[in-house]
């Protein structure tokens, strides 16, 4: 792993799931991780909700915008996640895949999107521990 490990988010409409693991990672490991996200057929901005949930743990996303999954995107990352994007990741050598199966947020209420949230958190932590230890 080099010494910045790079890794992206993946999920269909890159207005959820994945904006909720980048706005984590980025606030939790800083500038010793670089942090994508993406999807497979993005939206046109992230989820209303998800930005509330989100503004509750004190990460702001309402600047981000979601975007399409390229090939290049894959290439520079060491470690891509994908939640729910099925086979439209492509697979390239040398990388870390792993999947996290994620209920959706789309069209959830805070109640709904708030355990998604959680769990996303717990997994950025352990990524991170996991990311500290290989490097």
């Given at each position: 792993?080099?010494?910045?490990?790079?890794?992206?988010?993946?999920?269909?409409?890159?207005?959820?799931?994945?904006?909720?693991?980048?706005?984590?990672?980025?606030?939790?490991?800083?500038?010793?991780?670089?942090?994508?996200?993406?999807?497979?057929?993005?939206?046109?901005?992230?989820n209303p909700m998800v930005i509330e949930a989100m503004r509750e743990e004190g990460i702001d996303l309402a600047n981000q915008k979601p975007k399409i999954l390229t090939e290049d995107a894959v290439r520079?990352?060491?470690?891509?996640?994908?939640?729910?994007?099925?086979?439209?990741?492509?697979?390239?050598?040398?990388?870390?895949?792993?999947?996290?199966?994620?209920?959706?947020?789309?069209?959830?209420?805070?109640?709904?999107?708030?355990?998604?949230?959680?769990?996303?958190?717990?997994?950025?932590?352990?990524?991170?521990?996991?990311?500290?230890?290989?490097?």
């Amino acid at each position: 792993m080099p010494e910045t490990p790079s890794v992206l988010f993946v999920c269909i409409h890159n207005a959820g799931r994945s904006q909720m693991a980048a706005g984590y990672l980025t606030h939790l490991a800083g500038t010793t991780v670089e942090v994508r996200s993406a999807g497979s057929a993005p939206v046109d901005s992230v989820n209303p909700m998800v930005i509330e949930a989100m503004r509750e743990e004190g990460i702001d996303l309402a600047n981000q915008k979601p975007k399409i999954l390229t090939e290049d995107a894959v290439r520079v990352s060491d470690v891509v996640i994908t939640m729910g994007c099925g086979d439209a990741c492509p697979i390239f050598p040398g990388k870390r895949y792993l999947n996290w199966q994620l209920d959706d947020p789309a069209g959830q209420g805070l109640d709904a999107i708030r355990p998604i949230r959680d769990e996303i958190r717990r997994r950025v932590e352990k990524l991170i521990a996991e990311l500290q230890y290989a490097g």
